[in-house]
């Protein structure tokens, strides 16, 4: 118990730069305190005591904002930041070392029955009012962009974006606590750059091509000649 309270705290003091103790972690932080109750209702939702893990999480969301079904389970060293407007359901699975920012969703799609909610891996990054949906497998080391919805499954050490989210393809190997989740990249930005790029390619083509002061063409037809012609 004792360990698994000292894991929490560390997996705050180390990823927030504006905690200034422990003891302001423990009576402050609201996802801290979200975290800690939900591992109380998790404890009583497994002996049976429904009805007590639902009373635990009602008084912990009006106390922080965050809902987190009893039935969730959560691994070590997670770190909820902020935390207002986060949902996670009750089937879902939140590996160690994840980090989830505030307004965040891991849920249903509303058609599944049994598991219906997300996995994720280890070191998963959740930014600020992603979506998570469905009975998908999030891969280790994925950071999910702010704002994102992700419907299916991600590779590990992948980053997505966008909505519906794309998968764009990370380094090999990463940290085990990513938070740089500001810097993603924008592939339809790149793909309409790309596009750009050989538009401008080919018009410098087509007009290296064009006939200059020759008698291919009539002055009403050629631009160029007809230029010549009204000097």
Not at 121 to 150: E, R
Not at 201 to 210: I, R, Y
Request: include cysteine.
């Amino acid at each position: 118990m004792f360990e698994t309270l000292k894991r929490d705290l560390d997996a705050v003091a180390a990823r927030d730069p504006a905690a200034h103790s422990r003891w302001e972690i423990f009576f402050c932080y609201p996802g801290f305190k979200a975290v800690r109750s939900h591992r109380r209702a998790h404890r009583a939702y497994e002996k049976g005591h429904f009805f007590l893990a639902r009373l635990i999480n009602f008084h912990s969301y009006k106390r922080t904002g965050i809902d987190i079904h009893p039935g969730a389970i959560l691994g070590n060293g997670v770190f909820i930041d902020h935390g207002t407007g986060v949902v996670i359901g009750e089937t879902a699975v939140v590996g160690d070392n994840c980090t989830i920012y505030q307004g965040s969703t891991l849920g249903g799609t509303g058609k599944d029955t049994g598991k219906r909610h997300p996995t994720l891996g280890q070191g998963v990054t959740v930014g600020a009012g992603a979506k998570v949906l469905g009975p998908i497998n999030i891969g280790n080391h994925v950071k999910i962009g702010a704002g994102a919805i992700v419907l299916k499954d991600v590779p590990d050490n992948c980053t997505v974006v966008g909505n519906p989210g794309r998968i764009v393809r990370g380094p090999a190997t990463r940290p085990d606590i990513d938070l740089n989740h500001g810097d993603l990249p924008d592939p339809m930005l790149e793909k309409v750059q790309a596009i750009e790029s050989q538009l401008e390619q080919l018009e410098m083509e087509e007009q290296s091509k064009t006939p200059r002061n020759c008698d291919a063409c009539s002055a009403k037809d050629c631009p160029a000649r007809k230029r010549e012609n009204e000097k």
